[in-house]
């Protein structure tokens, strides 16, 4: 059995772990998965396909792009479309950061209410990318969404999607970090997908 194989096993001992403990104390991450997963009556249906379905495809575009007898560099990103709009889409439905503030500097009119100078905003950017106003199924997990070639949100001019789309904030106080990030996220997860089943 390949290294691959073996670490699915190892995978599969944890997940068999997590689902059999009777009484639990306390919950973390790979909990509240399983507990979404069986949850008839959840927004959004985790299945075993979909994650399946989505990383063959991921799998395709890199072997195609890389071939398999290297890693995925810095340098690849910009030609790997699908690994970006998952990225893009992982970012959208859970960003890291959800809320940022602001600290208004003069008063002024905002969805018709008058804001006073020196207020603190919280701006909810998890409300802003689930809106529905703005994305179509916005629960929906669909990375195609990002893609060039999707109709739907795509085809909204670059100023729009600068404000639905803020897990890095926006403006001048916006994340400086936003270009190292989408480097190690889009090559540590291509490389995820390159080595492991
Ligand atoms: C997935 C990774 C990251 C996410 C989701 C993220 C997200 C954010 C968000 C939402 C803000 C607030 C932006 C705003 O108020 O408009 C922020 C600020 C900031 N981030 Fe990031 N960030 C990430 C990675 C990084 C990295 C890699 C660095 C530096 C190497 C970084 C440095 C900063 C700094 C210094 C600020 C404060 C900027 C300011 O107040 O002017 N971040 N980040």
Redesign the pocket.
């Known amino acids: 059995m390949g290294i691959s194989g073996r670490y699915d096993k190892v995978l599969e001992t944890f997940l068999a772990e997590h689902e059999n403990v009777a009484e639990k104390q306390g919950m973390n991450l790979m909990d509240v998965l399983l507990e979404a997963k069986g949850d008839e009556k959840s927004e959004y249906k985790i299945t075993r396909d979909q994650i399946k379905a989505l990383f063959v495809r991921m799998r395709e575009e890199i072997d195609s792009v890389i071939g398999k007898s290297r890693l995925i560099l810095e340098t690849d990103l910009p030609n790997l479309p699908y690994l970006q709009a998952v990225v893009n889409e992982g ?1 959208r439905l859970y ?8 600290r208004l500097q003069e008063g002024c009119v905002m969805g018709g209410f008058y804001v006073h100078e020196k207020t603190t905003l919280v ?1 909810n ?1 998890y409300a802003v990318m689930r809106d529905s106003d703005y994305w179509e199924n916005p629960d929906d997990f669909k990375p195609e969404r990002f893609l060039a070639s999707s109709g739907s949100e795509q085809e909204d001019a670059t100023k729009e999607k600068v404000l639905k789309y ?13 270009n ?3 480097i ?2 889009g090559t540590v997860i291509g490389i995820m997908i390159q080595c492991f089943d």
Do not use: E
């Open positions: 970012l960003p890291p950061i959800p809320v940022f503030g602001r701006v950017g803020l897990p890095f904030g926006s403006g001048r106080r916006g994340c400086p970090g936003t190292l990030a989408y190690f996220l």
